[in-house]
Every structure is written in C-alpha cells, then in structure tokens.
C-alpha cells in the first residue's frame, strides 16, 4: 500500500481528502454527474476499472450514480456507522480508495444506486 506522501504528491487536495481521508465532494459540483453516453470509469487513484457508461443515471441526488460495477471484486464494500447513519462504503479493491457508498433504493432492476463522489473517478473514451 502506498503511503500518504506518495497520495499527497499524485492527488489533488480535493481528492486526497476524498479518496484518502474519506471525505465527500459537495453535491452537484461533480464533473461526472451529467450521465455520460460511453466510456468506462476509473478510480483516480490507480486506474482501476470500476464502471461504465452505461450503468450511469441520473438519481438526482447530487453525485454520479450506478447500477452496478463492472465487476464485484473491483470494489470492497465496508459497513460504515459514521455520521449516526448506517451505510455501505465503496472503495477500490485495488487501492483503498474511498469512493462514495451504495444504497438499495436504485431504479433499476438491480436496485441499488452506487453514490460516487466524481473526483474519485476518472472517464476515459
């Protein structure tokens, strides 16, 4: 695991305090929150594949939002009880990166609508 030097000099101050000290971007001031109509979605930190376009949509909450990810151990998902609240965190599988949380209220027919704070992801064509 790399330390937070490393993340200090590779992030932006925004997304190591999201990213590495579990922070959240205010909400509708993401770059990725108007749903993209191709490209797939990586962790800003280490470029790991999380999601593509496709499961993207609008939930009107004020973050990027998905269906699923483009695979289930690309994520690690971690019981949080902060805030007085209970929730599911999403990080990257491959770096530790906190990238939002997942709730079971999504419209689609998988149910479940990934919350993503955008300066933790990156979209590539």
């Not at 205010?26 to 990586?42: A, E, I, T």
């Not at 376009?53 to 990027?64: H, K, M, R, T």
Request: include cysteine; aromatic fraction near 10%.
């Amino acid at each position: 695991m790399k330390n937070n030097e490393y993340w200090r000099e590779k992030l932006t101050d925004e997304q190591f305090r999201v990213c590495r000290e579990k922070g959240t971007e205010r909400p509708f001031s993401g770059q990725w929150l108007v749903k993209q109509d191709n490209g797939k979605f990586h962790c800003v930190c280490c470029d790991n594949l999380l999601f593509v376009a496709s499961s993207q949509f609008d939930s009107g909450c004020g973050w990027p939002s998905f269906d699923e990810v483009v695979s289930e151990d690309q994520v690690t998902l971690i019981k949080d009880n902060t805030h007085g609240m209970t929730r599911t965190e999403v990080c990257c599988a491959k770096c530790d990166a906190h990238l939002g949380h997942v709730f079971d209220d999504g419209p689609t027919v998988t149910g479940l609508r990934y919350c993503i704070n955008s300066v933790s992801i990156d979209h590539q064509k």
